[in-house]
């Protein structure tokens, strides 16, 4: 029985992205390694591994150039296969990074006509994406950032990306599509250096925005490992804050090329504290893998690459839980929660309570000397994860 704890289920959410496991191995060095796969022939995939959905951007569906009788026929055929495969579509997205007429940003980009383009395309995917069913739509600036500072005055480029996403948030009320946009960071790759290079510049954008409440993040585990930021900290403040709509997960060795490894593979341990965050809030999102399989591997490795995704999800799910109930580690969170009494500033400011707090004197060295214990608590946490507790 303990196997079925790690099936997925569609109950679990789990989503890959048309782009992921169709993902060919292609790299900088190297030509494709696998033959291409039709969408169709990817949705059956996906049905076949248990995911509960797939997401996808524009062009990984319709081709750039495709006609509108084309583009209907393609997206009609691809929604029955969906249906036939029992899979939703809970993301939409759109490419605004391979074409080369990206190659100065979108949004950004100094060309006039190149920001309406982007906009146009934007908007076409969003038709896509609705007509699918689709309620988030991501936004990934893959270009938009600099090789040079001599092109533009990136405080410029804030306010262009600003424009953009106000026209969006129009966009989807006038066409009523319900959305809820996703912006994701990332810090450098493909460009030198990204604008809004991590969550947390995008959180702090989202706020200037004129229908904030309609605009969240979409952290990626590698990105802000590139950053060398820690994944679990930028998801929580996003959390936090009401915005975390949507969430990239992969693995990636900090200080590399963006890896997009199998979730939980380069560092189980930043996983598990992810994952136990996850589950711990209940957050009732997509659980979106956007990685790749090895080059190594032939679509049988890429069945292995997307199940172990998965599967290692729902074993660090099944280890937050045991976390959770372990005697020992409830013991010292209680212990930690007892030092935590309310006391002259808990309730906010008041002139009494500051005159209060500014008289109290405070013996620092007892509160100092005696150890916090977080070894021991690190421990026990190793110990589950290692399979020994
Ligand atoms: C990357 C990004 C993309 C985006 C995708 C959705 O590093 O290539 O993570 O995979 O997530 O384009 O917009
Ligand atoms: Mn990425
Ligand atoms: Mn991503």
Redesign the pocket.
């Known amino acids: 029985m303990a196997d079925d704890l790690y099936t997925p289920r569609p109950e679990h959410k789990f989503t890959f992205?048309l782009?992921t496991v169709g993902n060919r191995g292609r790299d900088p060095f190297g030509e494709a390694v696998r033959p291409s796969l039709s969408p169709t022939d990817l949705v059956r995939l996906l049905a076949d591994v248990g995911a509960m959905g797939v997401n996808l951007?524009d062009n990984d569906l319709v081709p750039i150039d495709a006609t509108p009788p084309e583009r209907d026929q393609i997206v009609g055929n691809f929604k029955k296969a969906c249906e036939e495969a029992g899979l939703k579509v809970p993301m939409a997205?759109v490419?605004l990074f391979y074409d080369p007429v990206f190659r100065d940003g979108a949004f950004t980009a100094n060309d006039s006509d190149v920001r309406a383009y982007a906009l146009q395309k934007t908007m076409r995917a969003m038709d896509i994406g609705a007509e699918l069913g689709a309620k988030i739509f991501?936004l990934?600036g893959?270009r938009e950032g600099t090789e040079t500072d001599a092109c533009r005055r990136p405080d410029e480029a804030v306010k262009r990306f600003r424009e953009a996403v106000n026209y969006l948030c129009e966009y989807s009320l006038d066409r009523g599509y319900g959305y809820r946009f996703a912006l994701?960071a990332?810090p450098n790759e493909p460009r030198a250096d990204i604008y809004f290079p991590t969550t947390g510049a995008y959180l702090a954008l989202i706020e200037t925005l004129d229908h904030s409440d309609m605009v969240g993040v979409n952290p990626?585990v590698?990105?802000e490992h590139m950053a060398g930021l820690n994944m679990m900290h930028s998801v929580a403040q996003a959390w936090e804050a009401g915005k975390l709509f949507h969430i990239?997960l992969n693995d990636q060795i900090p200080g590399r090329y963006?890896q997009d490894l199998r979730f939980g593979s380069a560092n189980p341990r930043t996983a598990f504290w992810l994952v136990k965050f996850l589950e711990d809030v209940s957050y009732d999102g997509s659980r979106h893998f956007?990685a790749h399989a090895y080059r190594t591997e032939d679509y049988e490795g890429v069945k292995d690459f997307a199940r172990g995704c998965m599967r290692t999800y729902l074993i660090l799910k099944e280890k937050a839980a045991r976390w959770n109930a372990d005697p020992e580690i409830r013991a010292m969170l209680a212990e930690i929660q007892e030092k935590n009494a309310p006391n002259e500033y808990a309730g906010g400011y008041s002139a009494e309570g500051a005159a209060s707090l500014l008289a109290q004197s405070f013996d620092r060295s007892r509160v100092a000397s005696a150890g916090l214990r977080y070894e021991r608590l690190d421990q026990l946490t190793i110990d589950i994860l290692l399979g020994v507790r």
């Open positions: 992205g782009w951007h997205t490419n991501v990934w893959g994701e990332k990626e590698a990105h990239d963006d956007d």
